[in-house]
């Protein structure tokens, strides 16, 4: 006796499911409300990210509160989760949670790390309080 089973898979479902099996990059960005830039790499908040082109744009909320000045500083480090990843383009800061009004930088990819991005250190207001990972070049996808 066989037992069949059928599934059938939403949209949004599918493409959860597809962003999973696809990661293509994830890392930390680090950010820190007093000082400058660089940021010591012991130092600030670190939050964990992961992006991928078939996801879309990675939105996230600050954690560090409360705000001891009016600018924040900033930066990103990923690394490729595939050979052929495909690197996020921008990285920035966002004044909406949809990451619609945004202050960004270009995301450069490491030549003497081969699978490395990053972002330069850059000051945000405080206002800017989504963090941003995303852009693709048209025709990736």
Same mark, same amino acid.
């Given at each position: 006796?066989?037992?069949?089973?059928?599934?059938?898979?939403?949209? #949004?479902?599918?493409?959860?499911?597809?962003? /999973?099996?696809?990661?293509?990059?994830?890392?930390? /960005?680090?950010?820190?409300? *007093?000082?400058?830039? @660089? /940021?010591?790499?012991?130092?600030? %908040?670190?939050?964990?990210?992961?992006?991928? #082109?078939?996801?879309? %744009? &990675?939105?996230? !909320? /600050? #954690?560090?509160?409360?705000?001891?000045?009016?600018?924040?500083?900033?930066?990103? +480090?990923?690394?490729? !989760?595939? @050979? $052929?990843?495909?690197? #996020?383009?921008?990285?920035?800061?966002?004044?909406?949670?949809?990451? $619609?009004?945004? &202050?960004?930088? %270009?995301?450069? *990819?490491?030549? %003497?790390? @081969?699978? &490395?991005?990053?972002?330069?250190? +850059?000051?945000?207001?405080?206002?800017?309080?989504?963090?941003?990972?995303?852009?693709? !070049?048209?025709?990736?996808?």
């Amino acid at each position: 006796m066989k037992l069949l089973t059928h599934l059938t898979l939403s949209a #949004p479902l599918t493409l959860s499911l597809l962003s /999973i099996a696809t990661a293509q990059y994830s890392g930390t /960005i680090t950010t820190e409300n *007093r000082g400058s830039c @660089p /940021i010591p790499l012991q130092s600030g %908040d670190h939050t964990a990210f992961s992006w991928s #082109p078939h996801a879309g %744009d &990675t939105c996230l !909320e /600050i #954690p560090q509160e409360p705000y001891y000045s009016e600018h924040y500083h900033a930066s990103l +480090v990923g690394y490729a !989760e595939l @050979p $052929d990843a495909k690197a #996020p383009l921008y990285f920035g800061a966002c004044t909406t949670a949809e990451c $619609d009004e945004c &202050t960004l930088v %270009d995301v450069k *990819r490491r030549t %003497d790390r @081969p699978g &490395t991005v990053e972002s330069e250190c +850059v000051e945000f207001s405080k206002e800017e309080r989504f963090l941003f990972v995303g852009g693709v !070049e048209k025709g990736e996808l």
